[in-house]
């Protein structure tokens, strides 16, 4: 264990002394505070009174309830929403405004598709950029087990994939508090049926949880192609190209039965918040088997070729 510890911290230090390391660290900043202050100017127009607003809403969720073919996740979603919508107008709870700090907290999840990017050119460059350098040979000559070394630079680069979406939730709050002014609403969800409130923070943490879960499973992937093929340019290429089109497919094919097993059915956990799945019948234990399949997979791939694979090829 020490050894592997040992491992984990070399690898550490060496991602940490890269220039490009910091470069992306530094884009990704820049890039949340840009997306920030280009968000300030959306639903900035003439509003309607949230009253009015959310009474439309509630019309529209009744006559969504009272609609043929309706399916069971939908109808409990719509009856949610429109207890939550009764409920601020009975009280006089306004929701969340379009342009303020809560709201973009919550929609903080789309920051890690930047982090997703800088995470497959770690996780593909790690094994891969030690062939090209010809440093591999370096490592194999330690008295330590492949495996281990091949599991610290995998270790490593799930910490930088944490470390990257830690920065990531922190330059957004930073960023959102001081371009986005404070809501005078609340956020209310249905808890054992009845309508309660929420913190802003619990809500947002959970749904950058679920974001996560593709974040993992890509930057997987490319560490699997990386090792595997050794190329950095191939690892990455591949891995932002089916992080983009995987959704599509998923759309395209969605009334075949296989699309179920297909890893890009899965990735986005977060359609489990929406009234309606990508493909009809999913369910949360499924969709966490066949996520854990695929890593084990891609896991099982990388360790095979690395342990059995002659280095000096």
């Given at each position: 264990m020490s050894r592997l510890f040992n491992l984990i911290r070399n690898e550490s230090m060496k991602l940490a002394k890269k220039r490009s390391s910091w470069v992306m660290m530094g884009v990704l900043i820049i890039g949340i505070v840009l997306v920030a202050i280009l968000?300030?100017?959306?639903?900035?127009?003439?509003?309607?009174?949230?009253?009015?607003?959310?009474?439309?809403?509630?019309?529209?969720?009744?006559?969504?309830?009272?609609?043929?073919?309706?399916?069971?996740?939908?109808?409990?979603?719509?009856?949610?929403?429109?207890?939550i919508a009764d409920y601020r107008l009975n009280a006089d709870i306004p929701p969340l405004e379009l342009n303020s700090f809560e709201q973009y907290l919550?929609?903080?999840?789309?920051?890690l598709a930047f982090v997703t990017l800088f995470t497959v050119i770690i996780g593909a460059g790690i094994v891969a950029s030690e062939f090209t350098w010809g440093t591999i040979k370096m490592l194999m000559i330690r008295p330590v087990r492949r495996y281990k070394v091949l599991l610290s630079k995998y270790l490593t680069t799930l910490i930088a994939a944490v470390i990257f979406a830690?920065?990531?939730?922190?330059?957004?709050?930073?960023?959102?508090?001081?371009?986005?002014?404070?809501?005078e609403g609340a956020y209310l969800v249905v808890d054992n049926g009845e309508v309660v409130e929420r913190s802003i923070w619990t809500?947002?943490?959970?749904?950058?949880?679920?974001?996560?879960?593709?974040?993992?499973?890509?930057?997987?992937?490319?560490?699997?192609?990386?090792?595997?093929?050794?190329?950095?340019?191939?690892?990455?290429?591949?891995?932002?190209?089916?992080?983009?089109?995987?959704?599509?497919?998923v759309y395209?094919?969605?009334?075949?039965?296989?699309?179920?097993?297909?890893?890009?059915?899965?990735?986005?956990?977060?359609?489990?918040?929406?009234?309606?799945?990508?493909?009809?019948?999913?369910?949360?234990?499924f969709s966490v088997a066949v996520l854990a399949?695929?890593?084990?997979?891609?896991?099982?791939?990388?360790?095979?070729t690395f342990t059995k694979r002659d280095i000096a090829t």
């Open positions: 968000s300030k100017g959306t639903g900035t127009g003439q509003q309607i009174p949230w009253e009015t607003q959310l009474k439309q809403q509630a019309g529209n969720y009744q006559q969504l309830l009272e609609s043929d073919g309706i399916s069971e996740r939908e109808r409990n979603y719509y009856e949610e929403e429109l207890a919550l929609d903080s999840k789309s920051v830690g920065i990531a939730y922190v330059a957004t709050v930073i960023s959102g508090i001081f371009i986005f002014p404070s809501s809500a947002s943490l959970f749904t950058y949880g679920l974001a996560f879960v593709n974040l993992l499973m890509m930057t997987t992937f490319a560490f699997m192609i990386g090792t595997v093929a050794r190329s950095n340019a191939l690892a990455i290429g591949l891995s932002i190209f089916l992080m983009f089109t995987g959704q599509q497919v395209l094919l969605s009334d075949y039965d296989w699309i179920k097993y297909y890893l890009f059915t899965h990735t986005d956990m977060t359609q489990y918040l929406q009234p309606r799945l990508i493909v009809e019948g999913l369910t949360v234990p399949v695929y890593l084990v997979i891609f896991l099982a791939v990388s360790f095979f």
